[in-house]
């Protein structure tokens, strides 16, 4: 080993330990031509655009066939790829381009990229605003097809065992082929603990950390590195005492993951007898065989935004029923809880009437407001679900609802499908539940109300706490404020959850808090019935919630409760683990 060695730290973004060689990824984009044409060039520009992406889309089907059967993330998210190429809406917006503006191919697709780049960067929803590295990706292999710059990673066999990837960011199908080309460990410059990097990286089991400022230029091809993807640290160059911390910490890794695999099946029952359904959270109808792989006992969030974004129409009626019915067949009988349309704010699609571009989305027409306003689409929605309701067993979800008047409209604008339904002789359930979201504090406030009139609550953390702590925690400079365990935080917990105790009705967390392990023995004291996660947390948190007993977790939520700040609820929840859970369980570590 030469030189000295340097710690990085970053997001952990797929958790586990491995040590390996660096092999530096140079994935710098094409520089594209940008010029105009001249009329009669119109048409063989067309034709270099749709046989440039043919050649994509025969490509992304050569790649996502390596990987049928695995069962994983990727291939949802390799499908997706697939599915924004196939989309027609591209070819034809691209192509009017060329023909009106008589710009080249290349020029005409950045410009299409460009506008349903910004269309994702203004979505509230981190998860669905880091999609925007998706368009690019699309966008980048139309652009190597045209200029015959198709970077091919598909023959790697040079690659020695114990490689590691750095580089500045990757691309989902990047990750995929890698991961299957005896890499070990991904380091990107780039992306976020939602990033396609890290969701591909996770179902590959593969450990990653993303956000590694400085590491390019740091790192130098063959250099030794220990990448614990579980505390977010890259070790440059590592001393034989590092080392040697790297290979006891990937194999203590290694061995709990097997266990708590093997414990999938056991249901999470508290030590005195209450049970807590853990489920999984979906964006793609594929992606409900990664959460039943890892224990997953029903899909607790299925956000129906993927069949939105990039159209030029919105989905029709068929369009959605095909799409849950899909659900249903894979799901073997578990219940789906759908979550209606939460986006707008903005253009999601080219053909939206009444779109319009907002200074703030977050707080703007967006989710339920947007679905009454357009009640169409939101109308198509509906009758999508009613009908697959007779498939399996369905809730619908309202996002963002603030209001009781809200859910009201929502109820007779279902009436009114029904109505048109049965006047057409198609099948539907009548008795789905129709549950809301609390994730805006009018409707914590006034949850009690609330609870009178739906079938049941699903807390959704992220805008929640977004919302009442007034912290943006994508915004570095203040997302030191987001703090879960902050005392209004869980005020406004145990008020929702009251309310809809009170009422006998369930509630459910399907925010990021779900998966916490901090969190929770104060959500199991909530009386929380479910949790919905993304498909990792699911083995650690079924197996956490095995280790807990109920009236502890109460007892430990009422002490909390008194607490004035977030700190003096962190150390009562640490004592509590440490005391409950006790030092011998590995359950709340990723390592020694």
């Known amino acids: 080993m030469t030189g000295r060695a340097r710690v990085f730290r970053g997001i952990g973004a797929s958790p ?72 027609k809406d591209l070819l034809d917006e691209t192509g009017q381009l060329i023909k009106k503006e008589l710009l080249n191919a290349e020029w005409a697709v950045t410009r299409v990229v460009g506008r349903l780049r910004t269309i994702f960067a203004r979505l509230s929803d981190p998860y669905f605003r880091e999609r925007q590295t998706d368009v690019d990706y699309m966008g980048e292999r139309i652009l190597r097809n045209l200029m015959g710059k198709v970077a091919d990673l598909t023959e790697l066999s040079h690659l020695d065992d114990a490689t590691v990837i750095v580089a500045h960011e990757l691309s989902p199908v990047d990750t995929a082929l890698l991961a299957r080309h005896r890499v070990t460990a991904f380091v990107t410059e780039a992306g976020g603990k939602t990033s396609h990097t890290s969701i591909v990286a996770r179902s590959m089991d593969v450990p990653a950390v993303v956000g590694v400022h400085g590491v390019i230029d740091a790192a130098g091809s063959g250099d030794l590195v220990v990448v614990d993807g579980s505390e977010g640290t890259v070790v440059l160059r590592p001393s034989h005492v590092q080392v040697e911390r790297g290979h006891k910490r990937s194999e203590k890794f290694r061995l709990l993951n097997l266990e708590l695999l093997e414990a999938k099946a056991l249901p999470a029952r508290t030590v005195d007898g209450r049970d807590v359904v853990v489920a999984g959270n979906i964006e793609l109808p594929n992606e409900v065989n990664t959460v039943l792989s890892r224990g997953g006992e029903e899909i607790g969030l299925y956000r129906t935004e993927f069949m939105f974004l990039g159209r030029k129409d919105p989905p029709n009626e068929e369009d959605h029923y095909r799409t849950y019915c899909r659900i249903f067949d894979d799901v073997g009988g578990r219940r789906v809880t759908v979550r209606t349309l939460d986006l707008g704010g903005d253009k999601m699609f080219a053909g939206a009437d009444g779109a319009v571009n907002e200074p703030n989305p977050a707080l703007g027409l967006r989710a339920i407001r947007y679905c009454l306003e357009h009640r169409d689409i939101f109308e198509a929605q509906l009758a999508g679900l009613l009908r697959a309701s007779t498939r399996g067993d369905l809730r619908i979800m309202l996002p963002m609802v603030s209001s009781i008047e809200e859910l009201r409209r929502v109820k007779e604008i279902i009436a009114t499908v029904q109505a048109r339904l049965t006047s057409e002789a198609k099948e539907y359930r009548k008795d789905v539940p129709l549950g809301i979201m609390i994730e805006v504090p009018s409707a914590a406030i006034t949850a009690d109300q609330l609870a009178r009139e739906a079938d049941f609550f699903s807390i959704g953390t ?54 916490d392990l901090e969190l929770t023995p104060i959500l199991v004291g909530l009386g929380v019935q479910q949790l919905s996660m993304n ?58």
Not at 462 to 470: M, V
Not at 551 to 575: G, P, Q, S, W, Y
Request: proline content about 4%; overall charge negative.
């Open 16 to 87: 586990g330990v491995a040590i390996g060689r660096v092999f530096l990824l140079d994935r710098s984009r094409v520089k594209t031509p940008h010029y105009h044409i001249q009329p009669d060039q119109v048409d063989y520009e067309i034709e270099r655009l749709r046989n440039a992406i043919g050649a994509s889309v025969g490509q992304m089907e050569t790649i996502r066939s390596r990987f049928v059967g695995d069962g994983k993330d990727h291939l949802s998210i390799l499908e997706a790829h697939e599915m924004m190429l196939r989309d």
């Open 462 to 515: 992220n805008d929640l706490l977004q919302y009442l702590l007034a912290v943006d925690r994508t915004n570095e400079r203040v997302d030191y404020l987001y703090a879960p365990l902050h005392p209004a935080v869980l005020r406004t917990l145990n008020m929702i959850a009251s309310a809809a105790r009170t009422t006998h009705i369930p509630v459910s967390v399907c925010g990021e808090l779900a998966g």
């Open 535 to 592: 498909a990792g947390s699911i083995p650690k948190v079924k197996r956490l919630v095995r280790e807990l007993a109920y009236e502890e977790c109460r007892a430990l939520l009422e002490e909390t409760l008194l607490c004035a700040t977030h700190d003096e609820v962190a150390d009562m929840v640490r004592r509590f683990m440490r005391a409950k859970v006790g030092s011998g369980s590995d359950v709340l570590d990723d390592g020694p």
